[in-house]
């Protein structure tokens, strides 16, 4: 390659200068090539008149050649090795054809990984199972010869847009050896089978799932060991069985990354920011840091309120909280027990969910419901086979994974697919989540028309903030009142903390959950974290993030972590805690543009063409650029900044350290 070469050719054009050697330039070499080479050659001979006086340059031209024969001859193969890399090197023209073939195909080959994967989603069988396993072979093998392809192209002359592509191209963490490809496969499979298809028996001999059966109870339930059992039957169930594959499946993730050139899988991982290595846990961090007061703040009235639930016995004032408590299987967002912490009990409650039951909500309606939305800020409207190929409602007759997913089958424009995937409860919260998947299928709609290759969101987290965005439109009780689902709205002070009080604990206290996952993980990749204390590791962090504590005695034999869809599915996490601070950026960003003036938690773009538009400005860049530049094409700033969610929460932060004043905060 010439990069590589060009040492050796420093070394060969002093030689071949001095010897007068025609260099092959018309016919072996591209016409990029060819310039560099000249160049090149200039530098040489300009260098060599410098070392020799011009009187005696000739004879000086003969020691070098002299000294050059006396090398290594290994040596002098490799000079040789390296220009017949170079001629068989192709210029960029062809390189941009090259890449148009290769978009075509690779699209083509995500419509059959889509499809394969939806199956098996949509109908859990080994049968599909076994197809997925085949098509992620067929990806890999196909990927790895491209990848090499690849490589043998100088991109040091290209244009940004096209060095883009071959970087994308070439940075891959698969596997060389078929086998151990095909191993990888069939454990991916097999950890989200164990996860889908987990179920609880009581001692009556019926069974639970996990959703509805486990999260319901866990979600409503107020009974200490009720929900003790709910919480560890859950993970006694998934985890074991998990933890060796668990094991394996690392191990081959960082054989992967490390044939690649990467120290392991999660620095493959964090290379998706497109930040030096280091610096995206070093950005995490320093947010992390900006939001950690109000965090305590939060969960200072959480425990203490909770204390006076259930006992002191139970819950410290000054400690870690159990994590079976918070009305979530993960102690990752907090809303269900609003019931508990609510400040101003008689004050009304926004919970819309028994309003759609008796206004006749389904889930199409649900789906509907967010459409208009969407369309309403200029936004395009779901296309006819989203309605015809969308799972929308959990079927009777066959296990599926009802984890809510938007899917991109990567059809060409005017034949688009994309669909949703989602078991929905008629309830706000899953109005919510629908808002939340419709806002990844308009970021597909959006950059359609960009290559294959740029058909994702700037960054992990843009994707997933897209739909957040709009929800907290949704959310606010104006907007309720607008698509009548709520008759009267609240203006006094207690509503408003009430109602910002309900949106912390689903936005603010899910961000050290999303931070810690994946700080979990890289050191598990990193080996810092073993197999042998994999759960230590893992209920350290929580304890340390989140101030929370297993409610039983965890031990290595346990694997929680396993619990957490996103574990077994190998699904980067970190894309959670980046969105769950974007979405705010984006929110103040676009309700400036649709000329809100108030509290930030007020604002409601619905109808605003103006927001829309620049909304869509973002979405359409897809990931052609890095995300510094899409940040600022919404937000006007090129960085993750947790002003706005502090903005958002500013009349909460102030109800809370007035709540606080004699708590001792913290949990160390």
Known sequence: MWNAGKIWLCFGAV??????????????????????????????????????????????????????????????????????????????????????????ELRQRNVRNAEANWAQATNITDENAAKVVEVTLEVTKWSLK???????????????????????????????????????????????????????????????????????????????????????????????????????????????????GFADKGVLWRGAYEMPDGKLEEMVDAVWEQVKPLYTQLHAYVRRKLSEKYGADKVSTTGHIPAHLFGNMWAQQWNNIYDIVVPFPDQPEIDVSDTMVEQGYDALRMFKTAEEFFKSIGLRPMPQTFWDKSMLTRPDDREVVCHGSAWDFYHLPGDTDVRIKMCTKVNQEDLYVIHHEMGHIEYFLTYEDQKTLYRGGANPGFHEAVGDTIA??????????????????????????????????????????????????????????????????????????????????????DFDPGAKYHIPSGTPYIRYFFSFIAQFQFHQALCKEAGHDGPLHKCDIYESKAAGTKLKNMLSMGESRPWPEAMKAITGQE???????????????KWLREQNKDEKLGWD
């Open 639 to 653: 960085k993750l900044d947790p002003s706005a969610i502090l903005k958002y929460f500013e009349p909460l932060e």
């Open 146 to 260: 491209k990848m090499e392809e690849a490589k043998k192209f100088d991109t040091s002359g290209f244009s940004d847009d096209v060095k883009r592509q071959f970087k994308m191209i070439t940075t891959s963490g698969s596997l060389s050896d078929e086998e151990k490809q095909r191993q990888l496969a069939e454990i991916g499979t097999e950890l989200e089978k164990i996860y889908s298809t987990g179920t609880v028996c009581q001692a009556d001999g019926t069974c639970l799932k996990l959703d509805p059966d486990l999260e319901g109870i866990i979600a409503k339930s107020r009974d200490y060991d009720r929900l003790t059992w709910a919480w560890l039957s859950w993970r006694d169930a998934v985890g074991p069985p998990m933890k060796d594959k668990y094991a394996q499946w690392v191990a081959l993730l960082n054989e992967g990354a490390q044939e690649n």
């Open 472 to 557: 907290l439109s949704v959310n606010t009780p104006g907007h309720l009142k607008k698509i009548g689902l709520l008759q009267n709205v609240g203006h006094n002070q207690d509503f408003e903390i009430n109602e910002l009080l309900k949106m912390a604990l689903a936005k603010l206290a899910f961000l050290p959950f999303g931070y810690m996952i994946d700080k979990w993980r890289w050191r598990v990749f990193s080996g810092d974290i073993t197999p042998d204390n994999y759960n230590t590791g893992w209920w350290n962090l929580r304890m340390k993030y989140q101030g929370i504590k297993p409610p039983v005695e965890r031990t290595d034999k």
């Open 15 to 104: 030689f071949l200068s001095c010897s007068g050697y025609t260099w092959p330039l018309p016919d072996q070499l591209s016409a990029a090539q060819q310039r560099e080479l000249k160049e090149l050659q200039q530098d040489v001979e300009t260098e060599i008149e410098e070392l020799c006086c011009q009187n005696e340059l000739k004879r000086c031209c003969v020691e070098k050649k002299k000294s050059l024969a006396q090398r290594n001859m290994e040596e002098w193969e490799g000079l040789i090795d390296s220009l017949k890399e170079l001629k068989s090197t192709p210029d960029e023209e062809e390189a941009i054809k090259w890449l148009e073939e290769y978009n075509e």
